[in-house]
């Protein structure tokens, strides 16, 4: 069976919808369903991130004798994010690109295409997806009223952050989610759409599926214990914020 046979556009939802249970789910179930599994990876290559920033100060600190800034978080956060955008730049991008699908469509048996001619999206227009996935997270991130370092906000001049560039990179990402959007930014940035897939490896295999829920596990584990850094590093201010506004 080709891809043309094999593939059915997001549009047409009727009489296609896969059922799991007594539930339908339609290519908008599936898609956000999708992003969660790949926003649990993306918690996995935080953790990585996270965990190599924490090894090298250790090291540090062995030859230095400085333990006070093991524990420093924002090292940890930006460390953390630039594994998850690499990831996000691959999984989502050149991965997506090249094979079809992020492992959480892949996942969801869904593929990503060229939008009109169903055509395989390629490295290329894969990588610019990915990349603009990745620079929207970041500024995401960037939204959050409490000065998180980011990768944009480290390797840019102040004079170049715009607080409102954060926004709308944060709208830019859920607008599209909330509504249920056919073709989100993303998919307009590269000239995409998302449809199913069908075929023998529509979708992945179940002892894998076994591997990545241990996978996702580790990921939720490792970013709540950054985040448990973070709060410990802010906690002597938070009592004091109605006084710091």
Not at 63 to 74: A, E, I, K, M, N
Not at 98 to 115: C, T, Y
Request: overall charge neutral.
């Amino acid at each position: 069976m080709n891809d043309a046979q094999d593939l059915t556009p997001a549009s047409d939802v009727g009489g296609e919808e896969r059922t799991l249970g007594e539930e339908e789910r339609t290519v908008g179930d599936l898609r956000r369903s999708a992003l969660a599994q790949d926003v649990l990876l993306f918690c996995v290559a935080f953790t990585a991130g996270a965990l190599v920033v924490l090894v090298a100060r250790i090291l540090g600190s062995a030859t230095t004798g400085d333990v006070w800034t093991l524990g420093r978080s924002d090292g940890l956060l930006l460390g953390g994010l630039v594994a998850g955008e690499l990831f996000v730049l691959w999984n989502n991008g050149l991965r997506q690109g090249v094979r079809g699908h992020s492992i959480g469509k892949h996942r969801e048996s869904l593929r990503v295409v060229r939008a009109g001619d169903g055509g395989p999206t390629g490295a290329a227009r894969g990588l610019l997806r990915g990349l603009a996935a990745a620079v929207l997270i970041d500024l995401a991130v960037a939204a959050v009223p409490i000065g998180l370092p980011t990768v944009l906000r480290s390797a840019t001049p102040d004079a170049w952050h715009l607080g409102f560039a954060a926004y709308l990179g944060l709208l830019a990402l859920l607008v599209p989610l909330l509504l249920g959007m056919h073709r989100g930014v993303l998919d307009r940035v590269a000239g995409t759409e998302v449809v199913r897939a069908r075929g023998d490896d529509a979708a992945t295999s179940v002892p894998r599926r076994r591997a990545l829920v241990v996978l996702d596990v580790v990921g939720v584990v490792g970013v709540l214990a950054v985040c448990a850094a973070q709060l410990a590093f802010m906690w002597p201010l938070l009592w004091r914020w109605p006084g710091l506004l």
